[in-house]
């Protein structure tokens, strides 16, 4: 009489991850969904890489060299005792760089306009979205129509809403100068012709639209906090202003680093409203606009524009690194 020898495997502890099961079901994978896993993963990737990093390390690339869009590049360096049409496609180095810093009348007021900008959309369009949000939030009477009206400006393109504010801004027929009545007359001011007050009349209408876009994101913030937490705060006798600040606003965390990384980014790709008022000159250097009109404009100097235009990328990914840190740092906390 034989005797069968059977080999039992040891019980999986328990909280231990089921390596053999996930490793059986991967490789039970079919060749069709293989096929799908592939095409899911690989499409958004090629896409990323075609629209994106491609461009933004040709970018780079052509930031060091002198061209004018037409011709060959090709590694010589640029002579300086030739004219530029005949040091076109040459490698310049930093010469771009240097140029843009020192010798560009347009940049430094680019950098001065682009802060200005920033800083108007962190003091005051990002806490006016988060008090329309508090203020829906709480359910008052006809949120769902203020909401709307408060968003509707996110849904208009940028060039929309610069054309609709020509129209408040006019000097002759415009909304205010009508209501202050100066309209029409040699008092009319001119709101968007005047370079110590265009910047500014800007600014008004790209907070109209950033703090309906503010205000979205912190609502879907505000409905994501426990509502015990609030309830347990005013049990302790807060108030609703010390509910929202010691214990609502806290836990809304993350989205304040994504509103914030969205605020840095709009600030400094702002373009449409610039470019439908005046081009992007006389008061309303961007460094957006600097690098369209060196790459498109009639000076098609590429190179240059190209520097400008890392000079913009570089700035950008100082909020989207501190974003991605945090969520690193998140995820690996226990």
């Not at 250097?285 to 790459?295: Q, W």
Request: with cysteine; hydrophobic share 50%; aromatic share 10%.
């Amino acid at each position: 009489m034989s005797t069968l020898t059977r080999t039992r495997r040891a019980p999986t502890p328990p909280g231990a991850p089921a390596t053999g099961r996930k490793r059986r079901r991967l490789r039970h994978l079919s060749t069709g969904d293989r096929v799908v896993a592939g095409l899911l993963l690989g499409i958004p990737l090629l896409l990323s890489l075609a629209f994106v990093w491609f461009p933004a390390l040709g970018t780079i690339a052509l930031s060091f060299f002198r061209w004018n869009g037409v011709g060959d590049l090709h590694t010589k360096a640029c002579d300086p005792a030739l004219p530029t049409v005949l040091n076109n496609g040459c490698v310049t180095g930093f010469q771009n760089y240097h140029q843009a810093a020192t010798n560009s009348p347009e940049f430094w007021p680019a950098v001065q306009h682009n802060l200005i900008w920033l800083a108007v959309f962190v003091v005051i369009a990002t806490p006016l979205g988060m008090l329309f949000a508090v203020v829906i939030d709480r359910g008052i009477a006809g949120s769902r129509m203020y909401q709307s009206i408060l968003f509707l400006p996110v849904m208009l393109s940028l060039a929309l809403i610069g054309i609709i504010w020509e129209f408040v801004y006019s000097q002759n027929y415009g909304v205010i100068n009508t209501l202050i009545g100066r309209s029409g007359d040699s008092n009319a001011i001119d709101w968007l012709g005047n370079p110590h007050l265009n910047l500014w009349a800007v600014l008004l209408e790209a907070t109209w639209r950033q703090a309906g876009y503010v205000m979205v994101l912190y609502l879907a913030g505000l409905k994501a906090v426990d509502p015990s937490l609030r309830e347990a705060a005013r049990i302790d006798g807060a108030n609703p202003w010390q509910t929202f600040w010691r214990v609502v606003f806290p836990t809304m965390r993350p989205i304040n680093i994504v509103i914030m990384v969205i605020t840095v980014i709009e600030s400094l790709r702002a373009f449409d409203l610039v470019y439908i008022t005046n081009k992007g000159i006389n008061g309303l250097e961007l460094l957006s606009v600097l690098v369209t009109s060196n790459i498109v404009g009639e000076t098609q100097r590429v190179g240059f524009g190209s520097a400008l235009g890392v000079v913009l990328l570089l700035i950008s990914l100082v909020p989207i690194c501190l974003f991605l840190r945090q969520s690193f740092r998140k995820e690996e906390t226990p």
